[in-house]
């Protein structure tokens, strides 16, 4: 699976442990409040998943990703 | 005092096996009468501050019992201490001489007593005169540095209720002697003329052999112990036959009771509050958890009273120890003598229900979530052997709460996973764990969970 497709996996994992409704999760698509409706806990669970899978993650590294194409993206860079 | 509950079982049970263990057996008799040769010994000693640095065995109980007789003013050391961290330990509580079945690599300050040395004071002429010595413990510093307690034999009698115990009646020494629930497993079987059965290692599994090879009836340990013992004995060995259970240093649940009284039917099944700084406090066998909220209404000349201030537990005893050892160790109580206990409960109903230690609260995004409330949840799930809630850094929210699972066997860890997270729907939502793993075991220290 590409890194791509995993955290997307990931962001749909984490709204069903939310019991939120499942939604359309894309590259471009906001992360936060405009869009997929992460919230601080939603993304503190994201943060520990990305540094598990990865061994280290933006918000760690003080990064505020807006989309999942910016995390894809601080991987890339790293 | 030590001499004199010897001599009570001198007279009524000479005979009975008093030390019990794979490769040793004593009775009260011949450990009495060696324990008097050693304290002859130990009273020649230059300096009156001795510690021991031994694993549990028969030879540390004779050396701690006769130590006791001899006026000897005790130290229990950790055996798992690092040599290194020895001198600094012999400086601070001015120890004169260290007793040790194994010859540190570190230059000590203090004189040096291996056991043929020991042995050699054992030959001595028998104490004739007894002078009550002092013991000396070192707190788990769970809450940061260790500190020593102070008490003399005693004080350590006061706190248990003598009755005769039948012949039969054989404890299993699960703690270690070097903390307090150890030393008070000790003078409980010293006090009432029961059997002391010592385990080649404090190990659950190799505890639960040793339980069965010497037909142990009564055991005292934590919660996570039997939560090992329970995962480990299988659903149909019923080969031990317990008649009694005490539970503590750690929060009982309910599901923990229910699980025991289906294993063993005919145990009687307490759970007790104890601290090394203020002794034994209340002891519970109603089958509930917490305790009742009738503590809560003792009167002032009653020897132990609790409140509740702030959602913590305060305890006021006319026992526990005489005070720390170390010149720097300042005991947290009021000026009216109560003593804050680290733990965190809460009243429900006719009930004061544990939370977990304030030290061990997560603080998720400025929520606090006590890791019992999670941990009583998934340790109930079916799938699963044993849990541990913990804390884990996070730069998003602080701390997210992390849990370690050891799964049963036959359970797949996908499938246990979705039930915890189903389960944990209905804790709040800063309660519920974000970082899931699954474990082959959980690190424990003293029996209790490692949390931090």
Redesign the interface.
């Known amino acids: 699976m590409s890194k791509e497709l995993e955290v997307i996996e990931m962001i749909k994992t984490i709204l069903k442990?939310?019991?939120m409704p499942e939604a359309e999760v894309a590259m471009s698509s906001d992360l936060y409040d405009d869009g997929i409706g992460l919230d601080?806990?939603c993304?503190?669970?994201l943060?520990?998943?990305l540094e598990?899978a990865y061994g280290n993650?933006p918000?760690?590294s003080?990064i505020m990703p807006r989309t999942v194409s910016d995390i894809i993206s601080f991987y890339g860079d790293t | 005092m030590i001499a004199a509950r010897f001599s009570d079982k001198l007279e009524r049970c000479p005979e009975r096996p008093f030390l019990l263990s794979p490769n040793s057996a004593s009775n009260y008799a011949d450990f009495f009468e060696h324990c008097r040769k050693l304290a002859s010994g130990l009273r020649n000693l230059k300096g009156s501050r001795l510690a021991c640095y031994m694993a549990d065995s028969t030879e540390l109980v004779a050396v701690m019992l006769a130590a006791g007789m001899s006026g000897k003013s005790l130290l229990m050391l950790n055996r798992d201490f690092a040599y290194q961290q020895l001198p600094s330990l012999l400086t601070r509580y001015n120890v004169d001489v260290i007793i040790s079945d194994s010859v540190p690599e570190v230059e000590l300050p203090a004189t040096f007593l291996d056991m043929e040395a020991l042995e050699e004071l054992a030959y001595a002429e028998p104490i004739q005169e007894y002078i009550d010595g002092e013991i000396l413990i070192l707190t788990s510093g769970t809450t940061g540095d260790p500190k020593c307690a102070r008490y003399t034999w005693a004080d350590l009698f006061a706190q248990v209720n003598e009755r005769h115990a039948p012949q039969d009646e054989r404890w299993l020494l699960a703690y270690r002697l070097n903390h307090f629930a150890g030393l008070q497993m000790l003078v409980h079987v010293l006090e009432n003329g029961s059997t002391l059965v010592m385990s080649r290692s404090k190990r659950v599994a190799q505890a639960l052999q040793t339980m069965l090879e010497f037909s142990v009836t009564h055991v005292s340990s934590t919660p996570t112990f039997w939560r090992y013992a329970l995962a480990t004995l299988p659903e149909t060995d019923h080969r031990l036959n317990l008649k009694h259970i005490t539970l503590g240093s750690e929060p009982v649940s309910s599901y923990l009771l229910e699980q025991l009284q289906h294993k063993f039917p005919k145990a009687r099944i307490v759970h007790i509050y104890a601290s090394t700084e203020a002794g034994s406090c209340v002891s519970v066998s109603d089958m509930r958890p917490g305790l009742p909220i009738s503590v809560l209404h003792r009167d002032e000349g009653s020897e132990v009273q609790f409140k509740v201030v702030e959602d913590e537990l305060y305890i006021k005893s006319a026992h526990g120890m005489r005070g720390y050892a170390g010149a720097n160790e300042i005991l947290k109580k009021n000026t009216e003598g109560w003593l804050a206990t680290g733990d965190l409960v809460r009243v429900e109903d006719d009930r004061i229900l544990f939370m977990g230690r304030r030290s061990e609260t997560i603080n998720v995004g400025g929520v606090k979530v006590h890791p019992l409330e999670v941990e009583n949840i998934i340790s109930a799930l079916s799938g699963v052997k044993l849990v541990r809630a913990f804390g884990q850094e996070n730069p998003v929210v602080g701390e997210i709460v992390a849990v370690e699972v050891v799964a049963n066997d036959n359970y797949s860890e996908h499938d246990v996973e979705e039930s915890i997270r189903e389960a944990c729907l209905r804790l709040t939502r800063h309660a519920r764990p974000r970082s899931i793993n699954f474990v082959d075991t959980i690190e424990t220290n003293n029996l209790k969970l490692k949390r931090q």
């Open positions: 442990h939310q019991a601080s806990l993304v503190a669970e943060s520990a998943m598990k993650d918000y760690t003080k």
